[in-house]
């Protein structure tokens, strides 16, 4: 573990990791706008963790979208987290967290003249 948390600190300093997050950001702000814009509005689900979120999203109302899909992954970063390296975990954390705010906070409203229903 030791080892893991050294290989962890060493990454913070490179440009490729920083890189790597700035990416992230882009693609989940991206993914959470089209989410936002797209899905939710038409009552469409995704697959994968996303898609349970917008099924239970769209069942309930009280929860929000971006709460829903960080505590639909708990359970899959505590599994992962002895499966995966430190790096992986932390790298896949702050994309979790970077697409639950990005479902929170980036609304676009986009008119559906002709929907696909």
């Known amino acids: 573990?030791?080892?893991q948390i050294q290989e962890l600190l060493n990454d913070l300093r490179s440009w490729r990791f920083w890189y790597t997050l700035l990416m992230m950001v882009i693609g989940c702000a991206i993914f959470g706008a089209v989410v936002n814009a797209i899905l939710v509005p038409q009552n469409?689900?995704?697959?994968?963790?996303t898609g349970l979120a917008l099924l239970i999203y769209s069942l309930t109302d009280q929860i929000s979208l971006g709460i829903?899909?960080?505590l639909i992954?708990?359970?899959i970063f505590i599994v992962g987290f002895r499966e995966f390296s430190l790096r992986y975990i932390v790298l896949s954390l702050?994309?979790?967290?970077?697409?639950?705010?990005?479902?929170?906070?980036?609304?676009?409203?986009?008119?559906?003249?002709?929907?696909?229903?």
């Open 1 to 3: 573990m030791k080892e």
């Open 44 to 49: 469409y689900f995704a697959g994968g963790a």
């Open 68 to 70: 829903l899909y960080a």
């Open 73 to 75: 992954n708990i359970p």
């Open 94 to 117: 702050c994309g979790m967290l970077i697409y639950s705010l990005a479902l929170e906070w980036i609304h676009v409203p986009i008119e559906a003249k002709d929907p696909l229903t």
